[in-house]
Structure formats: structure tokens, C-alpha cells
């Protein structure tokens, strides 16, 4: 590759890992070519970035960052994971591709300036995402309107059941008589 090349890949490399939310670094030695499309594809829907790159690359747009601490991770074939949205979203889905396939083995991940392990990457798979907070979010603006509403009408539901109740039991004494 020429240096001219590297130094473009890096200064691009180094923009995304700067906007990224979160990052996870994995080992993809030994995967097929279709598990690797499917992987690809599953990043890809949920919002994230898949890429395969050079440790010495990764090493250099780190330097001065604080990933830098990452780059005891650097060792072997690294495929690295990010998205500019969602910090679980990557975290999701690799964890997600290395119970499915054996071969694809997470080396640690970063989010919000702190390195993880493997068992951190786990923990962030874990939480719920962008939606699902969302949708948690409105159900709870919703809920007190909602118990008002129930609130208000119950007085006067109660008093239509009562006077239908009592209508009921007049017929029921007047055809007896």
C-alpha cells in the first residue's frame, strides 16, 4: 500500500473511531466466506460499521486518543465494529455472531472512554438499546394520562353499574308482586 494511501486510510479510520459511540474488536480467523456476508449484513441492519484492519493502522489513528489503550488488543487479525448511534448496538450483534460461530471471538471493546474485556462487551450486549429505551420512555409518559383517564371515568362507570343494578332489582320485584 502506499504511504500516501495509508496516511488517507488512517485519517479516515482515526474521523469514524472519533464520532464512534462505541467500538468492538474481534478475531475472525478461520470464518467462511458466508458466515462472513452474514455478519457483515447483520452489522450493516442494525447501524454499525464492520471493518477488517491492519493492526498497525489501528495501532497509529488510536495514538493520542483515549483508545489508545486498546492496543494491547492489537494481536493477530482484528475486525473492528462501531456505530455513530446506538453504543450496544455492535456489542449486540458480535456477541450475538460468537455464540453462533466458534471461530469468531471477541478481544475486548470501548465505550464511553473506558476499555472493556470480553465479559464488558457481554455486559454491554446486554443492555437494552436506542428503541427499546424509547419505546420504555413513552410508555411511561403514557401511563399517567392514561390513570387519570381511568380515574375520572371509574365514579361515573361505577354509577351507571349502580343504577343499572338497581333498575334490575325493581323488575325483579315488580314481576314477583
Given at each position: ?158 354509577f351507571a353499574l349502580l343504577l343499572a343494578a338497581r333498575e334490575r332489582a325493581l323488575s325483579e320485584s315488580g314481576a314477583k308482586e
Amino acid at each position: 500500500m502506499e504511504r500516501a494511501v495509508k496516511e488517507e486510510n488512517i485519517k479516515a479510520l482515526k474521523a469514524d473511531l472519533a464520532k464512534a459511540t462505541s467500538l468492538v474488536l474481534a478475531d475472525f480467523r478461520g470464518i467462511t466466506v458466508k458466515a462472513d456476508t452474514t455478519l457483515r449484513r447483520e452489522f450493516r441492519g442494525v447501524g454499525c460499521h464492520y471493518q477488517v484492519v491492519k493492526n498497525t493502522l489501528l495501532g497509529i489513528a488510536v495514538k493520542g486518543t483515549p483508545m489508545e489503550g486498546l492496543e494491547k488488543l492489537f494481536v493477530g487479525p482484528t475486525a473492528i465494529a462501531y456505530s455513530f448511534e446506538d453504543p450496544a448496538a455492535p456489542a449486540k450483534v458480535a456477541t450475538k455472531v460468537a455464540k453462533g460461530e466458534e471461530k469468531f471471538v471477541i478481544k475486548g471493546g470501548y465505550v464511553d472512554g473506558k476499555a472493556l474485556d470480553v465479559k464488558g462487551v457481554q455486559a454491554l450486549s446486554s443492555l437494552p438499546g436506542k428503541d427499546e429505551l424509547r419505546a420504555t420512555f413513552l410508555a411511561t409518559l403514557l401511563a399517567v394520562p392514561q390513570n387519570f383517564l381511568r380515574l375520572t371515568t371509574a365514579a361515573q362507570q361505577n354509577f351507571a353499574l349502580l343504577l343499572a343494578a338497581r333498575e334490575r332489582a325493581l323488575s325483579e320485584s315488580g314481576a314477583k308482586e
